[in-house]
């Protein structure tokens, strides 16, 4: 039986982002991290999981200390010896960022490493959420014990969540790809696409073709676009919901990951699906006015809240 927490899987990383002159400033994210974060601020006291493999490094110390800090635990994610965190530095040309990347050994691809210890972690959830880049870390064996995993917690109860997030050079080739994210979307409530994403994975031509598209796998999919609308579809009904305009956006990270958080949070509190994606734009639009993939939970709060 599904229980009040939330709960991601995925990698977070070790982030930097450029300050003035020559500094950097450390923080941590990544796409499933960004999501539970939000999440995890608009979903009042339920208790949230981020779902994961650990190094015991400083750095890894560091990073779980600062979700303890924050009200998110991680389950019985490992802490392997010898392991470490991946890293990623953000550039910015205008609000627009570029990513230069180093997790080629990672802990977090060890996350499905103990079947028994992600089961573990995946129980009593009310919504399990992950993302093609959980996927894209994995290989292939791992892929399968992650997805049945998420099936058994499905089986109990749990809402699934996953946005196919596909980024290419994370697999082999785009067949892999296309066969691992149908094979997540077979295990799936909500659909949390990204349309320029599936055009170039699935050749989709419109939102309406992915949604026409995934419909037939998922009961509620959700194509996001940018600053166009987002289109809802559920049920074989589709509707579209205007996004929030933002004159000067300051930095773009992290906008869709909180988009999905706000949604699922909405979606969790009883929303229905158009009310969820309007206030998910007015979270995106507050997000990309702060620097970072994290908005201070306040940020958030407010902009989900606002009428």
Known sequence: MAGNGVAS?????????????????????????NTLWALHALSGDRPATYVSAFGDDPFSRDQIDFFAKNGIGIGASPVISGARPGLYAITLTGAERSFTYWRGDA?????????????????????????????????????????????????????????????????HNREDAQAAILAALAVTDIALPTFPDEQMLFGDTTPQATAERLAKLVRE??????????????????????????????????????????????????????????????????????????????????????A
Request: overall charge neutral; some cysteine; charged content about 20%.
């Open 107 to 171: 802990a977090a691809r060890q996350l499905a490493s103990d079947a028994a210890a992600l089961a573990k972690s995946l129980e009593n959830q009310a919504l399990v959420y992950f993302s093609g880049i959980t996927l894209a870390i994995l290989d292939e064996a791992a892929r399968k014990t992650l997805l049945a995993a998420v099936a058994e917690a499905r089986a109990a109860g749990s809402l699934v969540a996953f946005d196919p997030n596909y980024r290419p050079r994370l697999w």
């Open 221 to 306: 999919v959700v194509v996001k676009n940018g600053e166009e609308p987002a289109l809802i579809c559920e049920n074989g009904k589709q509707q579209n919901v205007p996004a929030v305009y933002v004159a000067a956006p300051v930095d773009t990270t992290g906008a869709g990951d909180s988009f999905n958080g706000a949604y699922l949070a909405a979606r969790l509190a009883g929303h229905a699906p158009t009310e969820a994606a309007f206030r998910a734009h007015r979270v995106a639009a507050a997000v990309v006015q702060v620097r970072g993939a994290l908005a201070p939970f306040e940020v958030l709060q407010t902009a989900f809240k606002a």
């Open 9 to 33: 899987i995925g990698e977070c990383m070790l982030e930097l982002s450029s300050q003035a002159g020559p500094n950097w400033r450390m923080g941590f994210a990544g796409d499933t991290f």
